[in-house]
């Protein structure tokens, strides 16, 4: 019963900025990490940037390193990746996912539930 939601997707001009949004539901939500991933037409899926389940440990993926904020509100049980300065290169469908680990930590590994994605349109 487990649902994870994404939204906020769309096209967007090189150098312009998206905030993606994911909801969960159906888990506790600050037990898991959550992650953003992505897939481009002919490539394989590539983990974007992770969070761990109360905020403390993030990772971001180097060709996003500076450019993506990961966040979360787990009193709204969303996950949010504020996505600055936009390549064409960014444009991909984008996935959310969780993964309930037992510590803080997470990791851009399988994750366990994912969302259908959103689309992610960058032109140059």
């Known amino acids: 019963q487990v649902q994870v939601v994404e939204s906020g997707g769309g096209l967007v001009q090189a150098g312009g900025s998206l905030r993606l949004s994911c909801t969960a539901s159906?888990?506790?939500?600050?037990?898991?990490?959550m992650a953003w991933f992505r897939q481009a037409p002919g490539k394989e899926r590539e983990g974007v940037s992770c969070?761990?389940?109360?905020?403390?440990?993030?990772h971001y993926a180097d060709s996003v390193k500076g450019r993506f904020t990961i966040s979360r509100d787990n009193a709204k049980n969303t996950l949010y990746l504020q996505m600055n300065s936009l390549k064409p290169e960014d444009t991909a469908m984008y996935y959310c996912?969780?993964?309930?680990?037992?510590?803080?930590?997470?990791?851009?590994?399988?994750?366990?539930?994912w969302g259908q994605g959103t689309q992610v349109t960058v032109s140059s």
């Open positions: 996912a969780a993964d309930r680990l037992p510590y803080d930590y997470c990791g851009l590994y399988e994750y366990q539930y």
């Open positions: 159906g888990l506790t939500f600050d037990d898991y990490a």
């Open positions: 969070i761990s389940s109360i905020g403390d440990n993030t």
